[in-house]
């Protein structure tokens, strides 16, 4: 299915297989992200007839230590992709039959599981933006734990974001920095608000999309 903007979902017995957003990044770029080759085979593979397979299935051939990564990126790829194109709008779509991206289908997904995934992240997106209206706020460490908390348990991903907040880097910045979707950093910023672990400094006048 192609949508007026140029986004495409690619199904395969059903089940979504892809979904690309006209405003994301292109699906090379998520297989070089999982280090399952190198950008210029990555490349290389979807420019050739793959008379050796899917470009998915030559990647695990070469290195099948990478297909959790692969399929943890794809899934997410995939989910952010349908969370921009819930986004109402009066856009047109057609549907093409017989055509096959050389990515594979590999790793399909259930399309009424990922549509529900999708939907809850929109749904959460709504809130986030009530506490974190635009990309330009800036962040600092709070100076003392919530509750007079003498420990704190920090994910490896809050991490990531931690060592970034420091009252002068945006959220744009931070997603920048990370290579994570809007909404991953987001709801981790979100989630630290609510535990009174970070603070807000200052917010600037390029507000989130609220859906």
Known sequence: MTLEDGSEIWFSDGQIYLATSAKG??????????????????????????ENGSVI??????????????????????????????VPSGASFS?????????????????????AQAQQRLDIWRKIAERIPSTNAVFQLATTLPDDAVERLVTADEWRYLALINGRHTVADII????????????????????????????????????
């Not at 990370?178 to 989630?191: D, K, M, P």
């Open 95 to 115: 549907f093409e039959s017989n055509r096959r991206h050389k990515l594979g289908d590999h790793f399909a997904h259930d399309t009424t599981t990922l549509l």
């Open 176 to 211: 920048t920095a990370t290579g994570e979707s809007a909404f991953r950093v987001c709801s981790t910023l979100y989630r630290m608000l609510l535990e009174r672990i970070v603070d807000e400094t200052q917010s600037a006048a390029k507000p989130i999309p609220r859906q």
């Open 25 to 50: 990044s292109p699906i090379s770029a998520v297989l070089f992200g999982a280090e399952a080759a190198s950008m210029r085979d990555i490349e290389s593979m979807f420019a050739s007839d793959n």
């Open 57 to 86: 299935e030559q990647l695990l051939a070469s290195r099948p230590q990478a297909e959790p990564a692969i399929r943890r990126l794809l899934h997410e790829y995939n989910l952010n992709a349908l969370f921009e194109m819930l």
